[in-house]
């Protein structure tokens, strides 16, 4: 399988995969888990399932939005690039998240696994024609998009509001909160993004972040075991210093 770069346009080769609908981990916590088996039956018959590799591109701003997505294993950025070439990252997904979904015909935002990632894809026209028969799926897509629109206003406030030190404490909230929604203990974070992502969501540089992290571990509010991994040994300090 050729391999592509993070600046190609064109999206990486998708693997197609046998469907694993009765094996997946984010199916209690995603859009489908409030079909039944008929419905779930008819939702997967839509459906393939693909594989992406790490750094590389599900689909790309401005592409044709011909296809919406559920991210079942992996994790994925989402990010805008900017007229004078700079990147401002828009959130991180995880199992049991939809991307891609828009009323536009072309994808609004850039998408790319951090992870090898699996997703459920989906062609966009017939998700849209079975939602008339499916309301359960398409009330659960709807919450979905109220709390995509509820978490970029948080962003906004986080870019436009608070200091380097409570955006920090904030994203180490948000992925604790994420690791307790995917069933996993809360004061263990995993970050399959690298300094330089999590730079482009909260707006500083990388110096910063390492700085101020390394501030947070000086005053035993957290412990970092990796790069890719920190505990939270004072969750409500964070919290305080997190507005």
Same mark, same amino acid.
């Given at each position: =399988?050729?391999?592509?770069?993070?600046?190609?346009?064109?999206?990486?080769?998708?693997?197609?995969?046998?469907?694993?609908?009765?094996?997946? *981990?984010?199916?209690?916590?995603?859009?489908c888990a409030s079909l039944n088996d008929e419905e779930q039956r008819r939702l997967v018959s839509i459906m393939t399932t693909i594989e992406v590799g790490p750094q590389r591109a599900i689909f790309n701003e401005t592409d044709p939005a011909d296809h919406v997505f559920s991210l079942t294993a992996g994790a994925v950025k989402i990010f805008k690039l900017l007229s004078d070439g700079r990147r401002q990252v828009t959130g991180f997904l995880f199992p049991?998240?939809?991307?891609?979904?828009?009323?536009?015909?072309?994808?609004a935002y850039s998408a790319e696994a951090l992870t090898t990632s699996r997703l459920c894809r989906f062609p966009r026209?017939?998700?849209?024609?079975?939602?008339d028969e499916l309301p359960k799926l398409e009330r659960q897509l709807l919450?979905?998009?109220?709390?995509?629109?509820?978490?970029?206003?948080?962003? =906004?406030?986080?870019?436009?509001?608070?200091?380097?030190?409570?955006?920090?404490?904030?994203?180490?909230?948000? =992925?604790?909160?994420?690791?307790?929604?995917?069933?996993?203990?809360?004061?263990?974070?995993?970050?399959?993004?690298?300094? *330089?992502?999590?730079?482009?969501?909260? *707006?500083?540089?990388?110096?910063?972040?390492?700085?101020?992290?390394g501030q947070l571990k000086a005053k035993g509010l957290?412990?970092?075991?990796?790069?890719k991994q920190i505990l939270l040994t004072r969750k409500g300090a964070?919290?305080?210093i997190s507005g």
């Open positions: =399988m050729s391999r592509f770069t993070i600046a190609n346009r064109n999206p990486a080769p998708q693997r197609v995969l046998v469907h694993p609908c009765d094996t997946c *981990g984010a199916r209690d916590h995603s859009a049991g998240d939809f991307l891609g979904l828009t009323h536009n015909e072309a994808y026209r017939r998700l849209e024609s079975l939602l919450g979905m998009a109220s709390h995509e629109l509820a978490a970029a206003q948080d962003q =906004m406030m986080l870019l436009g509001r608070k200091s380097a030190r409570e955006r920090v404490a904030s994203f180490l909230l948000l =992925m604790s909160a994420t690791a307790a929604r995917q069933g996993n203990t809360d004061d263990k974070v995993s970050l399959p993004m690298n300094r *330089g992502d999590i730079a482009d969501y909260l *707006g500083l540089t990388v110096e910063t972040i390492s700085r101020t992290l957290i412990q970092m075991p990796s790069e964070l919290e305080e």
